[in-house]
């Protein structure tokens, strides 16, 4: 079983960057799907990107795209999320999470629904 711990998050102004980190540990890595989630109070979790277990094929919500960029290190045992040009509604807990069912990977949006193993979150807050 896969166990996943998130790092990185912070108190950022408008405008600034982050990158958060996702370590695994427990399991191979590269058998996983990989998701990062977000859940700002009173909001559903919502995907913001995830990436195929060999890291070839990735996808964004609309709302991030063009800002942020997911990335894995299997030897490393870490996915990344670095987070560019922040908005305060970017603020939220972020959550990474995983899966070994490949089969669902495909052009469309992250879906909570298929990830089986959740990190605790890292609170990410985008203020001046």
């Known amino acids: 079983q896969l166990q996943l711990v998130e790092s990185g998050g912070g108190l950022v102004q408008p405008g600034g960057s982050l990158r958060l980190s996702c370590a695994t540990s427990g399991s191979t890595l590269g058998d996983y799907v990989i998701g990062w989630f977000r859940q700002a109070p009173g909001k559903e979790r919502e995907g913001v990107s995830c990436?195929?277990?060999?890291?070839?094929?990735?996808n964004y919500a609309d709302s991030v795209k063009g800002r942020f960029t997911i990335s894995r290190d299997n030897a490393k045992n870490t996915v990344y999320l670095q987070m560019n040009n922040l908005r305060p509604e970017d603020t939220s807990i972020y959550y990474c999470?995983?899966?070994?069912?490949?089969?669902?990977?495909?052009?469309?949006?992250?879906?909570?629904?298929?990830?089986?193993?959740w990190g605790q979150g890292t609170q990410v807050t985008v203020s001046s």
């Open positions: 990436i195929s277990s060999g890291g070839g094929n990735t």
């Open positions: 999470a995983a899966h070994r069912k490949s089969w669902l990977f495909r052009p469309r949006p992250c879906l909570t629904t298929d990830y089986d193993y």
